[in-house]
């Protein structure tokens, strides 16, 4: 069985966020969650938080209030861009000029199974 959990709009680059998902595709939840918090990386609460929640609605499905996370296995993980439309700024440039910049935000999404056969290998962009 297969449950999701989804954070969007958060305020990370999708590059900096996909980087820490690369590490624990595969694994098991505990392990995983053993792994994020030495990371060195700004956004490890939030995939911590996206792992524990995808857990927690794996145990909702199956009935079990307290799921063994070792038996629990992250069958994908990944992070796309978000839109930039809303956090559009304008920093001031020399002779009055504007220069603009962007923040950027992402998407993060988090499938566990209970089976660990159904693990995805990493997607890499522009290989055939």
Do not use: W
């Not at 145990?59 to 993980?77: F, H, M, R």
């Amino acid at each position: 069985m297969e449950a999701s959990s989804k954070a969007k709009f958060q305020r990370y680059g999708s590059r900096k966020v996909r980087f820490l998902l690369d590490l624990v595709r595969g694994k098991s939840v505990k392990a995983s969650l053993g792994i994020v918090p030495f990371s060195g990386l700004r956004c490890s609460d939030l995939v911590q938080k996206t792992i524990n929640s995808a857990a927690a609605n794996l145990g909702v499905k199956t009935g079990n209030k307290n799921p063994d996370l070792s038996k629990i296995y992250i069958k994908e993980a990944f992070s796309t861009q978000g839109p930039m439309k809303h956090l559009k700024r304008v920093q001031p440039g020399p002779q009055g000029r504007a220069m603009p910049y962007k923040k950027s935000v992402c998407h993060l999404t988090v499938i566990v199974s209970d089976e660990k056969k159904g693990a995805k290998a990493p997607v890499k962009g522009g290989q055939k």
